[in-house]
Each structure stands twice: as C-alpha cells, then as structure tokens.
C-alpha cells in the first residue's frame, strides 16, 4: 500500500480558481471519498449538496464575506489583527492583506469556485459523533481534489454563527429547525489559479507530541534487557 | 441560595461546557440566547437609537438590570453599551472565576436581534466583554452593521471610547426612569 503522506502534505488551502469546470467524474470521486470516511457506529450522517449555479454561489460567497468581515472588521478596530499580521515588514503590504482579511474579501471565493460542496450532517440520524464525522468527511475530499490535481478550501465562516447558519441553510433549502441538519461547512473546489507559498510553516513535532502522558516531551527508552541478547539472537540471560 | 444565583449556577455550568467544546467559537453560537424576551416585547423604533433605547426599557423595566448605557461611534459600527446591576452578573462571576473569557452577554443578544429584525440591519457581532462584579457592571463592545457596505469601514475604537467618555456621549435608561 502506498503512503499517503505525500498527498497529505502538499495539500494547501486555494482560494483562487480558473473559471474552468471541474468534470462531473472528479467530483464523483471526491464524494465518493467523503463516503468512505470514519463514522461513528456507521451512521455516516453526512449529506453533500453540490452547488454549481453561479447565483447560489454569489449567495455563499456574500454570507461568508458579511462573516468574516463582520468579525475582523471588529478584531481590527480592537487592534487585534494588527498584531496577527505585525510579522509583513512592508507597510503597504501589510496593510493590502490586513484590507483584503477586514472587508470579508478573504472569505468571498465561493463566487469563483467553480464548486462548492456544502456539509451537512443528520442530527437525527447520528446525533454522537456529527461534527467529527463530518469533519472527516471534508479532509478526506480536500485529500482526493488535491491528488486529483484540483484545488479545494475548508469554509466554515458562513456557518460560525447561529444566525448566519440559518441564513446558509435557507440558501440551499436545508430544513432550519435546529433538530434536523448541523452544517459544519462548505469546500470550494476548482483548478487552482494561485500557487501558494508552500509548505507553509508548521510547529515541529518536537513541539506537539508527548509521550505517555501529558507534558512529557522525551520519547521514552527501552530498557536494556528488551534491547540486548547475548551470545545469540533472543537469548536474554547472560551466561 | 436563591432562584436566579440557582438559574446563573446553571447557564454558567452550561456556558463553560459550551466553551470546553467549541472554545472561543462558543460565542457565535449563543446569539439567540434572549431573544425570546426581547421578541415578546413588541419593541417599537424607527431608528437604531430608538431601538436601543427601547430595548433597555423593557429590559430595566422587566428587572433584568438596573441601568443601561450605550453610545455609538466608529463609522456607526462600534456599540458601546454599558450593564450595571444585571442580574446575569453571577454566572460572568462563576466564569471569569474558572478562567473563561465571558462571551455571551444575553443583554446585547437582545439589542441586536432587534436591530437586525426591526431595521433589517446586515449582521451584528459582540467583540468583547468586561465584567467587573465588584463594581456590578458590564461593558460591551458591540459591532453592528447597517448594510453590507459597512463590512471593512474601520476605525480605532480605544480613541472612539476616548473621545465618547470625554464627550459624555452616553445616553442612559434607569429601571426607575
């Protein structure tokens, strides 16, 4: 069996695509890969609503802008995400991304994905495990757009606040009543226009695993006699 | 212990649960929290001045808290507001007493949902939240916005609170009033 680390890590988050339409089997491939995805005693609760129509899009694309712009216009004005980004030297382009992440711009790309994929989850089919599931579900498509050659991004701005999940599930006719469907997110997916910087930096291992219990940041040592034959291969005791 | 210090026991409890699954997400989640009084209320207002005003009425006047204060500023998109004698003032107590930043003031629940319901206003997001139980008074910063253009229209709000505590912009409701 092949390792799959490769596809894991190059995989980048796109938020810029080429206008071309991604055809109808790759996009079977990348739902056929969600499906396939750990689920809690099997419920698999995930549902997919595939949405190409531009209208929808610019929809999306309009409630994820007023979500994330709503919020880092307020974490700006706070003087938060002056601090965030402090680490771009230039002025000028500090301030052009600061702009591009504010005004909700940074979230907009469902306009110009030429798929989006909404995730969706039965709470009355699988109330345990939902969200977990479901956020299996989109790495395992983000895996298979990319080794596809497709770019893809995890959205979950339109859908943060209660209110504004409303707002997304009417979009798509989703029932509203909050017993019914969870959305966790959507994925955009197309050909990516953009090539991103990449890898992008990530926290060395060193600096996120433990080992035996929390805290503990030294791999443990086997002891000796697990390690040490004499004389000839399993014989433990020395003679 | 009497029946609201037993009620905020327990949406504190609820509240630190909600933070342990969702951290500091668990505040967009709660916005709906309140609306139910406040929508009970029939508010009335042709202006988000009036609306606030009208909210912090009902809200003094149904005993929920003593006084309310609030100014805007900023481009029309920071809302200050200002809670003294809430009666939720304990379960931002039992927070802030295990670690939690508060993240979900019911009081500025209901003023933006009525802003958003009576004016049709775009969106509204509450940014922070201090609560000083000595003192027995909350301050909240509040986004909110008109239409969708207003997304990105920034300003610095530590001068915008400056210049409106200078001015004494503040208008006040009194449950008494």
Known sequence: ?239 | MDRMSYCNDLIARMEELFFHELSDCAGWKTEFIGIDFIQSKQIAGDNRDEIIRNCLKAITAAGLAEEGSFAVAGEDILLRLKVKGCIHMGKEARLKDRGINIYNCIIANMINDQLIEKLNYETAYVASIDAEEEQDLCEIKIAIYETMEKIGCVSDWSEECRRIDENNEWQTIRADE
């Not at chain 1, 689920?39 to 531009?54: A, L, M, S």
């Not at chain 1, 504010?102 to 009355?124: D, H, R």
């Not at chain 1, 509203?176 to 050909?191: D, P």
């Not at chain 1, 433990?210 to 040490?228: A, I, M």
Request: with cysteine; aromatic share 10%.
């Open chain 1, 1 to 239: 069996m092949g390792d799959i680390l490769e596809v894991i890590s190059g995989r980048k988050s796109i938020r810029r695509y080429k206008p071309d339409p991604v055809p109808d089997e790759m996009i079977d491939k990348i739902l056929e890969s969600a499906r396939w995805a750990p689920t809690g005693e099997n419920y698999q609760p995930w549902r997919f609503i595939v949405v190409r129509d531009q209208e929808t899009r610019n929809k999306i694309g309009d409630l994820a802008k007023v979500g994330s712009g709503s919020r880092m216009t307020a974490w700006y004005c706070l003087g938060h995400m002056q601090e965030r980004f402090e680490a771009i030297e230039d002025p000028e382009k500090r301030a052009k991304v600061l702009r591009f992440m504010y005004s909700g711009e940074v979230s907009e790309f469902a306009k110009t994905a030429p798929v989006v994929i909404a995730v969706l989850g039965s709470l009355e089919l699988g109330s345990v495990d939902v969200p977990y599931d479901l956020s299996a579900a989109v790495e395992n498509m983000l895996l298979e757009a990319h080794s596809l050659g497709l770019g893809g991004c995890w959205v979950h701005g339109p859908v943060a606040s209660s209110r504004d999940a409303v707002k997304f599930k009417k979009i798509l006719n989703i029932p509203t009543e909050m017993s019914a469907y969870k959305v966790i997110a959507y994925i955009a997916i197309g050909w990516a226009l953009e090539k991103r910087k990449h890898p992008r930096p990530k926290i060395p291992l060193e600096e996120l695993v433990y080992w035996e219990e929390f805290g503990k940041t030294t791999r443990p040592k086997l002891p000796l006699d697990e390690l040490v034959y004499y004389e000839e291969f399993g014989k433990k005791e020395k003679e």
